[in-house]
């Protein structure tokens, strides 16, 4: 099934002087949430929801444990979590303090599976019927979808 994407008007801050743009966005159509996760992958196997639940608890705790450590952590197809760090440069090691050291983030590169759903993406336009598509005034709104 195709995702759907809208268009949307962006300026940038660094050119201002130039017009507006418009970029290709993803339009979600939902949140799938953990709990409707683990109702969909008990029925499709043998373990119960609060199995399921369970395991992705005990999953997650793992994983924060061996990001602490310094680990790259593999989840097979689903793909690789990993930490990075930044800091300002400075001109002398010594004059490094690991307090210059940012917020460290958590990275994550996709597996072969999500690469290839990835890779052979198809897209369709998102779009909103006219009635739907008016601002708070009651005008149509060519800048919706």
Known sequence: MPSTFKITPYKTKIY??????FYAQAAMSRR?????????????CTLTSADIKAVLDRVIWAMVTHLRNGEIVQFADLG?????????????PEDFNAVMIR???VMFSPGKRL????????????????DEATDESGEYNDRIG
């Open 80 to 92: 690789n979590f990993r930490i990075a760090i930044g800091s300002p440069g400075v001109s002398n």
């Open 32 to 44: 799938v949430v953990f709990d409707d996760l683990y109702d969909e992958i008990a029925e499709t």
């Open 103 to 105: 917020r460290p983030k």
């Open 16 to 21: 201002l002087n130039l017009p507006e743009l």
């Open 115 to 130: 690469r290839d759903m990835r890779n052979l993406a198809k897209f369709n336009r998102f779009t909103v019927n006219k």
